[in-house]
């Protein structure tokens, strides 16, 4: 009887502790499983940047933003990392480039006034602006950019395939040069938007580099300096009082276009909060602690949604790829299993597995925030779900019964995917082995070629096709086939935009037929932020060089 | 006769099982006077301990045991008392000395502290006073260099120290009343003199009345003036010392005596036992509660409870044999 | 005392350089490095192979470890991997919070936990004792990080009344301290509050039973004498025990309750590590949990043997 009342208690205790829980993490929504129609769309709303500055205030500004973010970089040395935090809180805030990306991704001046490319496209000539100031107080010089460059080059193996022997070098105080060993037009795109940016800072401060070669300072020439980087906590920035700002190309509005324009530095103070937790973070927006969150899940971004006051923006963010071993090692090195794979993969159930409402379907290996690249080239390939074929194809490979191992990070429910795919080919007689481990396990595992016969990763959105990693013969998957090699060098060697994306249909195509790995779909992120807020910039990332909170 | 200190009258106390209300002892009267001994004697469970107890009320009372009767200290029941005024009344009217001193010293805390506390309960005097007082009460129950004892922990002592020790704690307040419960169990022989010596030195110099609560009838015939003897929750029988020995009147008083070995008797005749054992609380017969055991037991006695018949003016005898004016013998 | 305080302090050394030599395996023989981590995960293959040479993750493990722990013994307990700040620097930066924050949860834990086992004791059965039962399985139950969630969005979200999230030093105000690590502490503190109160409440029955309980109540001691002071010293040797590990796990393992609620601590600062591979760090905080606990448990003992004159140190 008493231990009847016990257990009674403890039940309505328990539950309501659930319930307070459950509501924590909010209402985890109606199942999204069982309707998958042929071409799902995610509705992304990215808000258009606004363009007039006329009405800001800026006597009336609260002096401090606070942003939470989900994830604290090793070091914010943007020439060295990849991590998607430095870009996205760095560059064009503290950092800028020579050129960047307007709101087309198209590439536009931004340190230089202007730039030339050869007819041959292996030698290009920028102009800096003069008058332009470091944090430190010093001018922008060619020295500054020269080395800067440089240190990037050897930073970015892509970049520096792509230019071989040739580096930049100083042709006066405000022009600098460079001549590439062969055609090389995509080096501008690279410049102005690959994952490891091309920002310039000084020439001492490049020279100035830890033990392990990381820059000690963060000196650059946006219009906010770095303050202060406490770990696991936070990092500041303020507004740069000496900034020189810009004009779009043929414009004298003080107004903003995809990365590039006039940045008005409305808000003093910057603080970037390290929040891990999604639910803080969430929280931590409803009670007004944080003005700008980002990595919202598409669950979150319902609760945000869902609350008064509160608003949501989101966008593709990059691509998930399916990544076959063609290593000798695996069955994965006959094209056929890679076809069988490929035709009963059921691309809404991988997203939907990972992603929940954040995906949409497409064939392209580009995002659509590069536009300039979209193809529908190799569609027949995608997404057929035809077990039938499937079965054919095995057969065709000959298979009998040999274990395919998946090897799949918990990074972001990679592994979700892996265990959907593993019940798909299950389906046409397949015997699967799925692996899943931390993220830093995967990155050392998947260079052993006995390990696995595909894994799962994404790649962020890059601004130019050559990007792509999984063309390489050294890249997890290896590569290793003179038709795409060639196809590629052909891309490599365009010297117009045209000829380039000429050979970028024909490599895709070709990569659907070859599959190096699988496109599986495009994967999107969220932004949540108090209606209050003003100005922030969207478009591969969410930017405060404009935004501010009325007072 | 001198006052009486304490007097029970038809004292019952019960407890609370799963299996319901059990009787542990059931209608013990007797009294004890200034300056007097009683001796309380009983095979194990035979309820000894639980007077004890139930007299300073020791049970709790809202959940487990159930006290019906009176105890009347200097005329004043104090079971009808707050239980509240209990506080007032233990240690200071009345104390006990319980029969392992190792497990009931606490062993966290010196001596010393221990006494002190006694004290400065019922007694208001500074810390320094009271520490004055605790060695002087060392000094008293024979404890040599009492100042260095006071500083001490129990572990740190013997035995026969410890159970000194208890003996000063419960004497800290010149109680009027002190229940000795088997006092001495735990002792080696001579140390086990030593202490009864004690006792009976203090109850004279002291002017208290004592209960000795024991199973030892050697222990009674050295100390006690007179003796209440229990069997299953009853008393079956109560004299004078001198009465009890010679002139013994329950057959269960005169096993226990039949049991005690005797230097002059025949060393290889085995030592006399009562046969069988105490029954558990919950299998208490419905007639005499020796019967089972007895071995003058007839049909009567298995039926009905005889009552606790005066037979002199100081004894008193609870069985039906003696009051049909059979007799019992030695076996 | 004293001696025994040195022998003990010393015969911590093989612990730790076992400890070391586990750990260091440990971390060197699990998969991944920092290369990656440094240079996020877009990457090229030629950059991270590059690096792995330049931070000489490719020399032999054993002489990696001697290179190590030569350096421990000098004092230095190298650099981290990933950011090149010293670790020992970067320990004492997140040990503080950490500190904080174990205090706080003790405290909180102590003032609840030791009151109720004391009652539950006392009211044993009865629906005091239930009550406090359910407490104490919920404690024990309900995962920290589902308690702290439900703790932010009810005073955080609803009420207002903390901070969601983030930690303030003292040098931002005691006032903002406190707040900033009311909520952690609870979410942290209950569980172990949980525990606590089972164990008084165990030992103290074990105690009330005792003869020298009966005593001093015969005695005339007070009801709350008898528990507060009779009882509870000497049910106290068992409590500090609880107490002790409890501390240990406050300190070592408040990861759960640090990420939630953005506390930059020990426990945020080894998840973080163990992500980017940041051996050195990892080694640093393993050696300092391990020297904490040899700490913690030499200080419970010590405060046995004032608690229970029976129990002698040499």
């Known amino acids: 009887m008493k231990k009847r009342t016990a257990k009674w208690l403890t039940t309505i205790l328990l539950s309501a502790t659930m319930i307070l829980g459950l509501t924590a993490c909010n209402s985890k929504s109606e199942p999204t499983t069982g309707e998958t129609t042929a071409e799902s769309k995610a509705e992304y709303n990215l808000p258009s940047n606004e363009t007039e500055a006329a009405a800001v205030d800026k006597a009336n500004v609260k002096e401090i933003m606070n942003i939470a973010v989900s994830q604290e970089g090793a070091n914010y040395d943007v020439h060295k990392t990849t991590t998607l935090v430095a870009r ?128 000690k300072e963060y000196i650059g020439t946006g219009p906010y300096k770095f303050v202060e980087w406490v770990q696991g906590q936070y990092i500041t920035f303020e507004k740069f009082d000496d900034y020189v700002p810009y004009y779009l190309e043929g414009t004298t509005e003080e107004i903003m276009d995809g990365w590039a324009g006039y940045k008005h530095a409305y808000t003093k103070q910057l603080k970037f909060w390290y929040v891990p937790e999604a639910a803080t973070r969430v929280a931590g927006l409803q009670t007004g602690q944080y003005d700008v969150i980002l990595s919202l899940d598409s669950e979150n971004s319902k609760i945000v949604e869902g609350s008064t006051g509160l608003e949501v923006a989101s966008e593709q963010a990059g691509t998930i790829a399916l990544v076959f071993n063609k290593s000798e090692e695996s069955i994965a090195q006959d094209i056929n299993i890679r076809h069988a794979v490929n035709a009963v993969a059921n691309s809404d159930d991988l997203m939907m597995s990972a992603f929940g409402d954040y995906y949409d379907l497409g064939s392209c290996y580009m995002d ?95 601004p130019v096709p050559s990007l792509k990693a999984y063309y390489g013969p050294e890249y997890p998957g290896w590569t290793v086939d003179d038709t795409m090699a060639e196809k590629l060098a052909a891309f490599n060697q365009s010297t117009t935009k045209e000829q380039a994306y000429e050979a970028w249909v024909a490599l895709q195509q070709y990569s659907w037929e070859y599959l190096p790995c699988i496109n599986a779909g495009h994967y999107g992120t969220g932004y949540g932020y108090s209606e209050a807020v003003s100005g922030l910039s969207f478009g591969n990332g969410v930017y405060f060089w404009d935004a501010y909170i009325p007072q | 006769m001198s006052e009486k200190i304490i007097e029970l009258q038809n004292l019952s106390t019960s407890f609370r099982t799963e299996r319901g209300l059990l009787k542990a002892i059931d209608g013990v009267s007797f009294d004890v006077h200034k300056g007097e001994i009683l001796g309380v004697v009983g095979e194990s469970g035979c309820g000894k301990s639980v007077t004890s107890q139930t007299i300073l009320r020791l ?91 006071v500083k001490q922990y129990p572990h740190e002592l013997s035995g026969g120290m410890r159970q ?37 030195q203090l109850n004279q110099q002291l002017d208290m009345g004592v209960i000795l609560i024991t199973h030892d009838l050697g222990v009674v015939a050295e100390t006690c003036s007179r003796v209440v003897v229990m069997y299953l929750g009853q008393i079956v029988e109560e004299a004078n010392v001198e009465d009890i020995f010679d002139n013994p009147k329950h057959p269960y008083t005169l096993g226990l005596i039949q049991s005690i070995p005797r230097l002059e008797g025949d060393r290889n005749k085995e030592l006399y036992t009562i046969k069988g054992t105490v029954p558990l609380l919950s299998q208490i017969p419905t007639g005499c509660r020796f019967a089972k055991r007895c071995p003058y037991a007839k049909e009567r006695c298995n039926t009905q409870m005889p009552d606790l018949i005066p037979v002199s003016e100081t004894q008193k005898v609870r069985c039906f044999r003696y009051l049909e004016g059979g007799g019992i013998r030695y076996a | ?62 002489v990696q470890y001697v290179n190590w722990i030569v350096d421990v013994f000098h004092g230095d307990l190298g650099n981290s991997v ?114 606590m109160m089972r164990m008084t409440r165990a030992s103290m029955l074990e105690v009330l039973g005792s003869d020298y309980i009966k005593m001093a109540k015969a005695k005339g001691v007070k009801e709350g004498a008898l528990i507060g002071i009779h009882a509870f010293k000497n049910a106290l040797v068992s409590i500090l025990t609880v107490i002790g590990q409890s501390i240990i796990g406050a300190l070592s393992g408040a990861a759960v309750v640090e990420t939630v609620f953005g506390i930059p601590g020990l426990g945020s600062l080894i998840v973080s590590s163990i992500g980017r591979r940041d051996y050195e760090v990892i080694q640093g905080i393993v050696l300092l949990i391990a020297f904490i606990n040899v700490f913690i448990n030499l200080i419970t003992d010590i405060a046995y043997s004032f608690v229970d004159p029976r129990i002698r140190v040499q």
């Open chain 1, 88 to 215: 996205q809180l760095f560059s064009g805030t503290v950092w800028e480039k020579l050129v960047t990306l307007n709101g087309n991704a198209e590439v536009v001046p931004e340190l230089c006034s202007s730039w030339e490319m050869s007819e041959d496209a292996t030698t290009f000539t920028f102009n800096l602006r003069e008058g332009v100031l470091f944090h430190d107080g010093t001018e922008l010089k060619a020295d500054d950019v020269v080395a800067s460059m440089n240190r990037w080059i050897e930073a970015f193996s892509t970049a520096k395939d792509l230019v071989g022997n040739g580096r930049f070098e100083k042709v006066d105080d405000y022009t600098v040069k460079i001549v590439c060993d062969s055609a090389a037009l995509t080096l501008v795109d690279m410049m102005a938007g690959a994952a490891q940016p091309a920002i310039v800072t000084t020439k001492s401060i490049c020279e100035n580099e830890d033990e392990n070669g990381y820059l």
């Open chain 1, 368 to 462: 659509e925030s590069n536009a300039f690249w979209l193809t529908d080239a190799g569609s027949e390939y995608y997404n057929i779900k035809d077990e039938a074929k499937a079965k054919e194809y095995l057969e065709t490979a000959g298979y009998n019964g040999e274990t395919f191992k998946i090897l799949a990070p918990t990074l972001n429910h990679y592994d979700n995917i892996a265990l959907v795919l593993k019940a798909e080919l299950e389906a046409i007689g397949m015997t699967v082995e799925v692996e899943t481990v931390d993220w830093a396990t995967f990155t050392t595992l998947r260079e052993d070629k006995t390990v696995f016969d595909l894994y799962i990763t994404s790649f962020a959105s890059v």
């Open chain 2, 59 to 149: 049970y709790d009372e809202k959940y487990t045991a159930v006290y019906e009767g009176k105890v009347l200290l200097e005329g004043e029941d104090i079971l009808q008392i707050p239980y509240k005024k209990m506080q007032d009344i233990r240690g200071r009217r009345i104390s006990m000395v319980f029969q392992d001193a190792l497990s009931s010293l606490n062993p966290v805390f010196t001596v010393g502290y221990q006494i002190r506390e006694a004290i400065r309960i019922h007694q208001k005097v500074s810390k320094k006073q009271a520490n004055k007082m605790a060695i002087e009460m060392l000094s008293l129950v024979g404890i040599p260099a009492p100042e260095r004892r």
């Open chain 2, 164 to 200: 000194r020790v208890m003996i000063a704690i419960s004497l800290a307040c010149k109680p009027r009343l002190l229940i000795a419960d088997e006092p001495t169990t735990a002792l080696d022989v001579t140390i086990q003199a030593q202490i009864m010596d004690l006792i009976v």
């Open chain 3, 1 to 62: 005392m004293k001696k025994y305080i040195i022998k003990r302090i010393l015969a911590v050394i093989p612990i730790l350089l076992v400890v070391s030599v586990v750990i260091f395996s440990l971390v060197h023989l699990t998969p991944g490095d920092p290369a990656v981590a440094i240079l996020g995960s877009d990457a090229t293959q030629e950059d991270i192979l590059a690096l792995r040479e330049a931070m000489g993750l490719n020399d032999p493990i054993p």
């Open chain 3, 82 to 195: 990933v950011s090149n700040a010293p670790v020992a620097s970067v320990l004492k930066g997140h040990f503080l919070p950490t500190i904080n924050l174990a205090a706080f949860a003790m405290i909180i834990s102590l003032f609840v936990s030791l009151p109720l086992g004391m009652v539950a004791a006392r009211k044993r059965g009865k629906l005091t004792d239930q009550i406090v039962s359910v407490i104490a399985l919920c404690g024990i139950s309900v995962p920290s990080f589902l308690l702290g969630l439900g703790l932010m969005m009810l005073f955080s979200v609803k009420f207002r009344i903390f901070p969601v999230s983030g930690y303030a030093p003292w040098s931002a105000g005691a006032i903002e301290h406190i707040r900033s690590l009311t909520l952690p502490a609870i979410a942290l503190g209950f569980m172990y509050a949980a525990l």
